[in-house]
Structure formats: structure tokens, C-alpha cells
T-cell receptor, first 111, second 116 residues
Framework: DAKTTQPPSMDCAEGRAANLPCNHS???????VYWYRQIHSQGPQYIIH???NNETNEMASLIITEDRKSSTLILPHATLRDTAVYYC????????????FGAGTRLFVKA | EPEVTQTPSHQVTQMGQEVILRCVPI?????FYWYRQILGQKVEFLVS????????KSEIFDDQFSVERPDGSNFTLKIRSTKLEDSAMYFC??????????????FGPGTRLTVL
């Protein structure tokens, strides 16, 4: 599985958009970009995933560059409850492939 | 919304004792996983399970560990003789594994295992 690089921490003001970057320059054609987050020591929570098109759901938007070597997770209106560690993960499609977690980005949303 | 559940939320045991951590995956899911997270460290893969067999295991998953799906709903992780270094949060996950689709893994809330 491809390696990802994320900044260790970021701050965001409450109500503003949080843009979390991720580099995955060695991504393969059959690998998807997944984002999870972990609040305190709770279980990782799935946010969104994509292959090459931009994706949006009720939680976030995912922007993937045309060459697929980087992506950005956007939380459009961050709240204090969005303070968490955010993981960008690249993984092959299909069942059974393990998820490899890095250190992620610790996002602090401040009032 | 369906979710993965785990019991107990916190388990305290003495070193050398056996523990069984329980998980109820999402009902139509076919792949099951265990991960662990030692305090302050990354989430680590332990094992994946499909069709009543282990699909993949990490080097952490040695002979002390075993997994089982004893019935149609539960998925368990057994640690035969616990060590101090087994103290961690243990997360169960499951995925649907439809052919031709991406396979999103959904995680449970975790069991905090404390070995004294």
C-alpha cells in the first residue's frame, strides 16, 4: 500500500473551513484514498473516500488532484466536535485488505 | 444506522490470564478485522478474517492470539496468556466486501484492555 504524508497538526477557527492536505505520490491506479478520524481514543470513524473524482458527503468533501498524487479533505464549517486526529489512507479496493494507519494530522478547532 | 459493537468497553486482567474480546460486526458484512492501539501510538492491524478463515495476520498476531466466529453474529479475539505489553485499545472492524466495489471498513468503539 502507498505511503501518505500529512502535517502533524493544524489549527482551525470554529465555523471556518478546515482543509487537511495529504500527499500520496506513490499511489497506484487501483488504490483509493480514504479518510478516517479518531476522536480521543474512540474507534476510527470513516469520513469519505474517492478514486479520482472529487467526492462530497454530509461530513466532508474530498478533492483529489488530477495526477492523484495528493488530496485535500475539507470540513466546510468546522465545529469544536471536529477536533480529532485525521488519517489519510491509501488502500486497494476489494475485501480484506488491511488499513495501514499513519500518525495522521491532529486538528484543533478553536472557539 | 448499523454499527459495529464491542464488549466489554474496559477489561482489566492479571498477567498470564486469558481474555476474550467480543465484537458484533455489521450484519451483512463478510470481512472482519482486529486492530489495536497502544496508548499514544498508531492503530496497528492484527488480523483479517473471511469465510471462517484468517485471511491475513500481522507479526503481532502470534500464537497467543486467536480469532473465532462462534455463531452468526459474534466475532471474538482471544489472548491466551496476557502480557503487560498487551495493554491497549482493541478495535474490531467489518466490511461488506461486495465484488467490484470499494470496501469500506467500519470500526467499533473499542475495548480497553489493561493487564496488571
Amino acid at each position: 500500500d502507498a505511503k501518505t504524508t500529512q502535517p502533524p497538526s493544524m489549527d482551525c477557527a470554529e465555523g471556518r473551513a478546515a482543509n487537511l492536505p495529504c500527499n500520496h505520490s506513490t499511489i497506484s491506479g487501483n488504490e483509493y484514498v480514504y479518510w478516517y478520524r479518531q476522536i480521543h481514543s474512540q474507534g476510527p470513524q470513516y469520513i469519505i473516500h474517492g478514486l479520482k473524482n472529487n467526492e462530497t458527503n454530509e461530513m466532508a468533501s474530498l478533492i483529489i488532484t488530477e495526477d492523484r498524487k495528493s488530496s485535500t479533505l475539507i470540513l466546510p464549517h468546522a465545529t469544536l466536535r471536529d477536533t480529532a486526529v485525521y488519517y489519510c489512507i491509501v488502500r486497494r479496493s476489494g475485501g480484506g485488505f488491511k488499513t495501514i494507519f499513519g500518525a495522521g494530522t491532529r486538528l484543533f478547532v478553536k472557539a | 444506522e448499523p454499527e459495529v459493537t464491542q464488549t466489554p468497553s474496559h477489561q482489566v486482567t492479571q498477567m498470564g490470564q486469558e481474555v476474550i474480546l467480543r465484537c458484533v460486526p455489521i450484519s451483512n458484512h463478510l470481512y472482519f478485522y482486529w486492530y489495536r492501539q497502544i496508548l499514544g501510538q498508531k492503530v496497528e492491524f492484527l488480523v483479517s478474517f473471511y469465510n471462517n478463515e484468517i485471511s491475513e495476520k500481522s507479526e503481532i498476531f502470534d500464537d497467543q492470539f486467536s480469532v473465532e466466529r462462534p455463531d452468526g453474529s459474534n466475532f471474538t479475539l482471544k489472548i491466551r496468556s496476557t502480557k503487560l505489553e498487551d495493554s491497549a485499545m482493541y478495535f474490531c472492524a467489518s466490511s461488506e466486501a461486495l465484488a467490484g466495489y470499494t470496501d469500506t471498513q467500519y470500526f467499533g468503539p473499542g475495548t480497553r484492555l489493561t493487564v496488571l
